[in-house]
Structures are given as structure tokens and as C-alpha cells.
Antibody, heavy 118, light 110 residues
Framework: QITLKESGPTLVKPTQTLTLTCTFS??????????VGWIRQPPGKALEWLAI???????RYSPSLRSRLTITKDTSKNQVVLTMTNMDPLDTATYYC??????????WGQGTLVTVSS | QSVLTQSPSASGTPGQRVTISCSGS????????VYWYQQFPGTAPKPLIY???QRPSGVPDRFSGSKSGTSASLAISGLRSEDEADYYC???????????FGGGTKLTVL
């Protein structure tokens, strides 16, 4: 059974750096073809893909946010970490991590709401 | 502005068939599989369709997906009140080298 869970601060101040951790089970991020991605959703708005990291350490970022994002993995801990610098109130959103494999972004975490406010 | 275009809303009465469309381009839908998600308020998206037309186990066969060229559709037949939710399409975009989502369609069951 594949599960993912996001963790991190619920409140960050403008200009601060956000660090989110996705802790997963039921699969290995060293298995060929597997990846973990991050997606966010501002309140009342659409889903927006942020970044993805693969079993072979390749990674991709949303072009509009590339300069602010870093995604890393710790295979031994079954964790993927996303950092986003220079947070702004417009970054207030629910942040999801999801397993990427043969079925696309198929398994999702429950999401974590991050509010950016002073 | 989402890369994939969906109508913001759709509606139908119980028992009806409703279709939700998703329009893209040659660099995304035209060249990659399309995925559909159902989302209820306050919950994570749930996968409905993968690889254009495949249903995960547990998804009723009332839900079906198709793709043609640079567009895709999600059809819901025998509409039920519990189908009232937001629906999103998604795919990989070769030009952007990343996943792209539609803006979402809010389905109302009248």
C-alpha cells in the first residue's frame, strides 16, 4: 500500500524559506521509473505542478518557479524535501506530494496548508 | 492561466450523461497520456482515469476517458449527486518539461 504524507510549517512569514517534507511508504525511490512530485493549490484555485524528482536523481521544476525551488531526496529515509525561497502571500496554498509512476501522479498525500503572512 | 483549458463549470441532472473537455497542444496532450482527477472540497485529488482511458480499480465504469489529437474528454454517465465535485485533467508537457493541469471544471448535479 502506497502512502505519502506532507509535513512542514503551517505559517511562514514573507521572504522566508519554506521547507516541506514528503514521507512515503510502500515504494522505493530507487526503483526505476519512480518519482515523487509536488503540486500546490491556492484556496479556491486550480492545481499547479511545482517539481518532481526521479529515482535516478533527475529533477524538473515549473519554469515559472524554477529560481525559487529545490527538490531533493533521501532514499534511505523514504523522504523527498522541497524548499521554496522568498515566500510571498500569493504562495499560500495546500501543498501536496504525489507518487509518479506508470499510472502518472496516482497516489497523493493528504496535503498540508501553508499560509504566508506576517 | 492554465496550460490545459477546461470549461469552469458543467452541470446535469441525475441520470444524465455529462462530458468535460480538456484542450491542450501538440507538446502536451498531443504527445502524452492524459489523466483525470476528482476532487471534493478539503480533500486531495483522487485519480479517476489514467493513460487517457484506463480506470483504476474502484472507479465506477460510469466514468470514461478519451483522447483525440490535442484534446481529451471525461464522460460521466448515469450522473449521481455524489459526482458533484471539481474535475481536473493533467498531462506531461514536453516543451515545459513538467506536468501541466487544467483549470478545473466544477460539476453541479441539479
Amino acid at each position: 500500500q502506497i502512502t505519502l504524507k506532507e509535513s512542514g510549517p503551517t505559517l511562514v512569514k514573507p521572504t522566508q524559506t519554506l521547507t516541506l517534507t514528503c514521507t512515503f511508504s510502500g515504494f522505493s525511490l530507487s526503483s526505476s521509473g519512480v518519482g515523487v512530485g509536488w503540486i500546490r493549490q491556492p484556496p479556491g484555485k486550480a492545481l499547479e505542478w511545482l517539481a518532481i524528482i526521479y529515482w535516478d536523481d533527475h529533477h524538473r521544476y515549473s519554469p515559472s518557479l524554477r529560481s525559487r525551488l529545490t527538490i531533493t531526496k533521501d532514499t534511505s529515509k523514504n523522504q523527498v524535501v522541497l524548499t521554496m525561497t522568498n515566500m510571498d502571500p500569493l504562495d499560500t496554498a495546500t501543498y501536496y506530494c504525489a507518487h509518479s509512476g506508470d499510472w502518472g501522479l496516482h497516489y497523493w498525500g493528504q496535503g498540508t496548508l501553508v499560509t504566508v503572512s506576517s | 492561466q492554465s496550460v490545459l483549458t477546461q470549461s469552469p463549470s458543467a452541470s446535469g441532472t441525475p441520470g444524465q450523461r455529462v462530458t468535460i473537455s480538456c484542450s491542450g497542444s501538440s507538446s502536451n496532450i498531443g504527445d502524452n497520456n492524459v489523466y483525470w482527477y476528482q476532487q471534493f472540497p478539503g480533500t486531495a485529488p483522487k485519480p479517476l482515469i489514467y493513460r487517457n482511458s484506463q480506470r483504476p480499480s474502484g472507479v465506477p465504469d460510469r466514468f470514461s476517458g478519451s483522447k483525440s489529437g490535442t484534446s481529451a474528454s471525461l464522460a460521466i454517465s448515469g450522473l449521481r449527486s455524489e459526482d458533484e465535485a471539481d474535475y481536473y485533467c493533467a498531462t506531461w508537457d514536453d516543451s515545459l518539461s513538467g506536468w501541466v493541469f487544467g483549470g478545473g471544471t466544477k460539476l453541479t448535479v441539479l
